[in-house]
């Protein structure tokens, strides 16, 4: 039995869909969900083909606008999400070929418009694609799709924890999309699987890159774990957790941060001089660990690096003290 038409633009039935060679339709039962039914009508592989050789934006947000509005936008998401993948062939007709690298950017395009959870494991592989355009419509579907999960519901939180894992095995520019979503997220959501799989991580990129994250995320209820971050075996791990307890107003750290000024690593120092006068500026003169971080940062203008000589005086010009101000004067005589 053939299935009737998508809606017109104006909500009414046509007996033809000139996008996708539709034939004349029978009437209509009255049992569609736009006439008040719950039938919902199945996934119609003409749809799919017109969404993926849709020949500008313009007509696919046309196709994707209609399917939306039969609520079909669940069906179709399933059936384009088995499209993304660089191996996918053709389900319908004679043709089993492999779909094109155009066609499989269409479906990523659809997905950021339709899809929920069945696209994020596809969108994620899709980040280290061989093609960069697929690679590029990947991570804009992928942060519009995260957006819109719902917070209240459980699989979400079963995806952003997959997300942080995913730092493991990502390659880098991939793992820096996936970063720039946890720390878009609301920290509620992504603080505890950041804390306990992200810097708990055998892999030391995974780790600097959940250090990344829980500074972006400015919540104070990582002071403690970034601070043992900062005694980690890598240097690229250490200076992340300096840079991000430098975003948190975290004064405690202050004693851990002086102590990181002293790390073999120059660019390991230099982001601790950085957190650290970050964390200084934030303090009155009257606060009984002003005066110790001041002193550090005034001893790091005899590092023997330029760049740590460097971070001391841009720290030293932001700190708004007289105190501050006299040590720059010394320091530049």
């Known amino acids: 039995m053939r299935q009737p038409p998508l809606p017109n633009a104006t909500g009414s039935f046509s007996g033809r869909e000139p996008q996708i060679g539709g034939q004349d339709s029978p009437s209509l039962s009255g049992m569609e969900p736009l006439l008040g039914g719950v039938r919902r009508l199945g996934l119609d592989p003409r749809h799919i083909e017109a969404l993926l050789n849709a020949a500008t934006h313009a007509e696919l947000t046309h196709l994707l606008d209609r399917i939306a509005r039969m609520g079909q936008a669940s069906l179709y998401a399933q059936e384009l999400a088995g499209v993304v993948p660089d191996r996918a062939r053709h389900r319908v007709g004679n043709w089993r070929g492999t779909f094109t690298p155009g066609q499989r950017c269409r479906a990523i395009e659809a997905l950021a418009v339709l ?9 994620l592989n899709a980040l280290n694609d061989s093609i960069y ?4 419509a990947a991570e804009e579907a992928l942060i519009r799709v995260c957006a ?26 991939a793992r820096k999309v996936v970063a720039r979503i946890l720390a878009d997220a609301p920290p509620d959501l992504v603080l505890a699987p950041l ?41 690229a791990v250490r200076g992340s957790a300096a840079w991000a307890l430098g975003r948190l107003d975290a004064p405690v750290a202050i004693p851990a941060l002086a102590r990181l000024t002293q790390d073999p690593d120059e660019v390991v120092r230099a982001a601790a001089v950085e957190a650290l006068g970050a964390q200084v500026r934030r303090l009155s003169v009257l606060d009984e660990v002003y005066q110790q971080g001041l002193d550090v940062l005034v001893r790091a203008l005899e590092d023997r690096d330029w760049s740590v000589r460097h971070a001391a005086l841009d720290a030293l010009s932001a700190i708004n003290t007289p105190e501050a101000r006299l040590a720059l004067h010394r320091a530049l005589r």
């Open 195 to 235: 804390l306990s799989d992200g810097l708990m991580a055998a892999e030391w990129w995974a780790r600097r890159e959940a250090a990344w994250v829980l500074g972006a995320l400015g919540d104070r209820r990582a002071t403690r774990r970034l601070m043992d971050a900062l005694e980690d075996s890598s240097a």
């Open 115 to 123: 899809g929920s959870y069945e696209s994020i494991l596809p969108l």
């Open 133 to 136: 355009q697929v690679r590029k």
């Open 148 to 173: 819109r999960l719902p917070l209240e519901d459980a699989r979400t939180r079963a995806v952003y924890r997959m997300l942080v894992s995913s730092l493991r095995a990502l390659p880098l520019n």
